[in-house]
């Protein structure tokens, strides 16, 4: 089964479109990466997103203008997909779309949403396309997150010690791959780094291009002791958290706290590298993790990879070894979307997609809502049980 797997994640920056051969070997699943395609934001569009986005406030208007502009966004690339990556043959879309709000209320989340209407996915390739993945998980009393930790034990289970996945987006959020299964958000990994440096340059640039500015900075003692302080990090899993939390405000708030206002912004974007190698290596300790298999933007930024390494391999964080998803032949870029691909071959072939014990659902649930293609929604006969791991090809 040949699906596109779609995502933009919290950094809002691009949608990333890989296409994969989905198939059944026995009780596996044989992934094979067909090809990948990404494209940004439109300036104006990732701006508009960024205005809306929390502690800002929004509206009706501006949620029902940006729910259809960036399902137009999806729509374009997922017809460039199509027709580069699957010569215009394509089963199924999945598409996560862009998480606006997470709503979490005493460590429990109450509801999350994610824009970018599917019905101009299914209009512009007239293929089927599964969206809207974590409402589900929520009305089961889970967090709707990590949504790829059944991706993640499915493929990673076999690994010798104890597996753990990592994702490095603008939130960092582990799986526990092996014995009993389990996720959570760690906490930020790029989301506050970004936040910092779009802050600081004015706008000029949106990210730490290389590390360069953390590799240059020093760790303030003071403000990473009070980053540290946050109360999240201590919360028991499972559990999750966003931008409604780590956002600008939030460092600017710690920065006063800690009289460092004035700090330079490379001392400010190596202490926000110190605090997410700090609280990723943290929870894999908790975990008992003995090797880290990351992916994401984050593994792009070395002087974070740095940091992480050198976390994890400090005495009574298990000595975990730190490897990528690429070396393991899944392209860490291609991670997050391929993994939706696979929630989506498992919705319409009627399987749940979830890990209860990850997400902290009542049970495992088939997610997502099908909008169906130009020919309708004619559902696969499936007469074998749910796979039970995957393999990359």
Not at 41 to 55: G, K, N, S
Not at 215 to 239: C, D, F, I, M, Q
Not at 257 to 269: F, H, Q, R, Y
Request: contains cysteine; charged residues 15%; negative net charge.
């Amino acid at each position: 089964m040949r699906i596109i797997g779609m995502m933009s994640g919290t950094s809002y920056d691009a949608i990333d479109a890989v296409a994969v051969d989905v198939s059944r070997d026995g009780d596996a699943l044989a992934l094979t990466l067909l090809g990948a395609v990404s494209e940004s934001y439109p300036d104006e569009l990732r701006a508009d997103v960024a205005a809306q986005l929390p502690p800002a406030t929004s509206s009706m208007e501006q949620v029902c203008k940006l729910d259809t502009r960036i399902g137009q966004a999806f729509a374009r690339l997922a017809a460039r997909a199509n027709d580069e990556l699957c010569e215009g043959r394509a089963d199924l879309i999945a598409s996560h779309g862009q998480t606006m709000f997470h709503w979490v209320d005493s460590g429990q989340v109450k509801g999350t949403l994610q824009l970018g209407e599917p019905a101009w996915i299914a209009e512009a390739t007239g293929c089927t396309v599964v969206s809207n993945f974590r409402t589900r998980d929520v009305a089961a009393g889970g967090q709707g997150a990590p949504l790829v930790s059944l991706f993640d034990t499915l493929w990673l289970r076999g690994l010798p010690g104890m597996p753990v996945a990592l994702n490095l987006g603008g939130i960092a959020n582990i799986t526990v791959a092996s014995g009993a299964s389990v996720a959570f958000d760690t906490g930020p990994a790029n989301a506050l780094i970004d936040a910092a440096v779009t802050s600081m340059t004015g706008g000029r640039q949106h990210y730490d291009h290389d590390g360069e500015l953390g590799a240059r900075g020093n760790v303030s003692t003071a403000l990473l002791t009070g980053l540290l302080a946050e109360p999240y990090y201590g919360l028991p899993a499972p559990k999750s958290t966003g931008k409604e939390l780590f956002h600008l405000p939030y460092v600017e708030k710690a920065m006063e706290a800690t009289g460092t206002l004035g700090l330079p912004i490379e001392d400010v974007v190596a202490t926000l590298v110190a605090l997410t190698a700090r609280t990723v290596a943290d929870a894999v300790r908790a975990v008992g993790g003995t090797s880290v298999v990351a992916s994401g933007g984050g593994t792009q930024n070395p002087t974070l990879m740095r940091a992480l390494g050198d976390e994890l391999g400090m005495p009574g964080a298990a000595g975990a070894e730190l490897l990528t998803s690429d070396q393991l032949g899944l392209p860490s870029s291609a991670k997050e979307a391929a993994a939706f691909a696979v929630l989506g071959y498992l919705t319409v072939h009627n399987f749940p997609g979830t890990v209860a014990s990850c997400t902290g659902a009542r049970h495992a649930g088939i997610l997502g809502s099908i909008t169906p293609g130009s020919q309708g929604f004619h559902s696969p006969a499936s007469t074998v049980p749910a796979p039970a791991s995957l393999r990359i090809q």
